[in-house]
């Protein structure tokens, strides 16, 4: 593969480190880690399988980091190349400069640094919840380079539809948010691993104790007294960082897509990017609606039994779909 998009983005990205390259064969469940530099530090990211296998970057949900897809992962065909990073403020990756904003389309400009760090020109997606987004409105920016796109309880992009009223209010308190954060000279909040443990599940009732004991391992770091999340606390409400488009700018934006699509839809998930919304599921019913018309044969859809974080679950309820897919229809090549 040449090395083109490196070029594009000189002295920005590039791999830092990365541990002992995986040989053919090797047990699914290991993995390596990766640092690949950014102008504000670095992004981390775990890999599984041969690095000459074709891509698939990993993305995770809203305040989740890369081991939400530990269980998932060793389930899948094993002649991918796995890369599940951490997005900028999560998980082991850096958190931004001060000043600079967690804005959507910073997120999406991750996967082209990534993918410009790794000499990718081509690549499939794979996204939860808000990574679904990143990678729905990276893949309609550069439909050339993505070959597959899988949607887990997620849309390639969120609509304005519920939310006209509100937009306004969300970027002025994200401003103030910020302002707030990067004045504050308070430390970050100390706590025993079991409460941090069951302030998570707390505001997350869909992720099971297993699961959010895992999320926590990459998410957290050990102090002498204590736990501290490891996550940017300019980091706030999803609807701060959103984009919300038109469903006329949806319809648009679909039309440039070259990949192919799978949305798989937890049936017990989410439907809406705040919860009191949840019961309103005509705006899924019209995303469906709208890819199934633009990209035809191109798009797939399925619905399991599960709540938002079925891939953590109960991982096997979507390996199948996924593992077909991905080695369904015309392939990228391995990477040489």
């Given amino acids: 593969?040449?090395?083109?998009?490196?070029?594009?983005?000189?002295?920005?990205?590039?791999?830092?480190?990365?541990?002992?390259?995986?040989?053919?064969g090797q047990v699914s469940g290991l993995f390596s880690e990766l640092k690949l530099a950014v102008p504000w530090g670095h992004i981390a990211a775990k890999a599984w399988g041969s690095r000459h296998g074709p891509p698939v970057l990993c993305l995770h949900g809203w305040l989740d980091n890369a081991n939400s897809f530990d269980r998932l992962i060793p389930l899948l065909p094993k002649e991918f190349y796995y890369i599940a990073m951490d997005f900028g403020g999560h998980g082991l990756s850096s958190h931004y400069s001060p000043g600079l904003p967690y804005c959507h389309l910073n997120f999406v400009s991750e996967i082209r640094r990534v993918a410009a760090a790794l000499k990718w020109n081509r690549l499939s997606l794979l996204g939860h919840s808000f990574g679904g987004t990143v990678g729905g409105m990276f893949s309609c920016i550069f439909p050339e380079m993505v070959d597959k796109l899988v949607l887990l309880d997620s849309t390639p992009f969120v609509l304005d539809s519920n939310e006209r009223e509100n937009l306004l209010a969300y970027k002025r308190k994200s401003i103030e948010h910020t302002l707030q954060v990067e004045a504050s000279q308070k430390p970050s909040h100390v706590l025993s691993r079991e409460e941090m443990l069951q302030r998570l599940l707390k505001h997350n009732n869909h992720v099971g104790e297993e699961c959010g004991e895992l999320?926590?391992?990459?998410?957290?770091?050990?102090?002498?007294?204590?736990?501290?999340?490891?996550?940017?606390?300019?980091?706030?409400?999803?609807?701060?960082?959103?984009?919300?488009?038109?469903?006329?700018?949806?319809?648009?934006?679909?039309?440039?897509?070259?990949?192919?699509?799978?949305?798989?839809?937890?049936?017990?998930?989410?439907?809406?990017?705040?919860?009191?919304?949840?019961?309103?599921?005509?705006?899924?019913?019209?995303?469906?609606?709208?890819l199934k018309s633009v990209l035809k044969e191109r798009f797939q859809f399925v619905e399991v039994p599960g709540n938002h974080y079925i891939h953590m679950n109960e991982p096997q309820h979507v390996a199948s779909v996924i593992s077909s897919f991905l080695q369904s229809g015309d392939r990228i090549q391995a990477q040489q």
């Fill in 1 to 24: 593969m040449d090395g083109s998009l490196a070029k594009e983005c000189p002295g920005e990205s590039k791999i830092l480190g990365m541990a002992a390259p995986f040989s053919e």
């Fill in 215 to 290: 999320l926590l391992q990459r998410g957290a770091t050990q102090v002498a007294t204590g736990l501290v999340l490891n996550r940017d606390r300019r980091i706030a409400s999803p609807e701060h960082t959103f984009d919300f488009i038109s469903s006329e700018l949806f319809e648009h934006s679909v039309t440039k897509l070259q990949a192919r699509v799978l949305l798989i839809k937890a049936i017990q998930g989410f439907y809406d990017v705040r919860r009191e919304n949840d019961a309103d599921k005509e705006i899924m019913l019209f995303t469906i609606g709208k």
